[in-house]
């Protein structure tokens, strides 16, 4: 590869840069395959000689690198024999509706793994769509894509004005939100449609969102030494209950 090749890939460690190419670069067979089964168009796989695969790679560039290159590249410590470069997807700019699906939305959610363990576990529970405020961290980030384990591929994306949305939603949508000081989530009825909102690591639901929950929801405590729950367990919880009572 030359020094201009690699200089192109590795720009796309930048969101920056991302943005401006629409690609994201993914790594490892896993990614790969999984976005191979998904409707994200592959613009080229760079790999490891030793590298081999039974997957259907007609009409996509594969360039075989050095360990050398491929190090370069690669955003992870320890690289797992490819990187994929792949085209990002246009959104169609309608909003998904609320009117027979749950829809999770995170507010100001900062740490790519929390995000990508998030989009992970919604895709375990059937949710489709993520409303994310702007302020949430890029769904393209290296370190969400990979934990996210390729779930990426079936969770649609949306960053928009998070309040905004809420308010318009709370016309029609019951809309819960993960906060300390709510009601058990044990305790209230729950429905199968309407808006989840997570709230930041630290800080939980922001102050301009807080107003605009209609339930405000908790996980009990057992223990009573923690002061919360991480927001990606948080999440877990909360959608394998309502999955639980009412799909």
């Known amino acids: 590869m030359t020094a201009n090749e690699i200089k192109n890939i590795t720009a796309l460690h930048i969101e920056k840069y991302r943005k401006e190419k ?108 993520i409303i994310c405020s702007q302020n949430c961290v890029d769904i393209y980030n290296p370190k969400v894509l990979q934990a996210t384990m390729g ?17 318009k939603e709370s016309e029609k949508a019951e809309i819960y939100g993960a906060v ?19 709230g930041n690591e630290s800080q939980g639901v922001s102050a301009e969102i807080t107003p605009l929950i209609k339930r405000r929801i908790t996980i009990p405590s057992y223990g009573g030494g923690a002061e919360s729950l991480n927001a990606s367990i948080a999440a877990a919880v909360i959608l394998s209950e309502f999955r639980r009572r009412t799909f």
Not at 151 to 167: A, E, F, G, H, K
Not at 180 to 198: A, C, H, M, P, R
């Open 151 to 167: 779930s990426y591929t079936r969770v649609n994306m949306y960053y928009i004005d998070l309040p905004q949305y809420l308010r």
């Open 180 to 198: 300390v000081d709510g009601e058990s989530l044990y305790n209230i009825d729950l429905q199968n449609k309407g808006i989840i909102v997570i």
């Open 22 to 129: 629409r690609a994201f670069l993914v790594e490892g067979p896993k990614m790969l395959e999984e976005t191979l089964k998904s409707d994200f168009k592959i613009k080229a796989i760079y790999a490891f000689p030793g590298w081999k695969t039974d997957l259907n790679l007609a009409g996509i560039s594969v360039v075989k690198i050095s360990a050398k290159e491929l190090s370069r590249i690669s955003q992870l410590k320890t690289p797992n024999q490819v990187v994929v470069e792949v085209a990002m997807k246009q959104h169609e700019e309608k909003l998904p509706s609320t009117d027979e699906k749950l829809i999770l939305a995170l507010d100001n959610i900062n740490n790519p793994g929390n995000l990508g363990t998030i989009v992970r576990t919604a895709d375990w529970f059937g949710i489709q769509n």
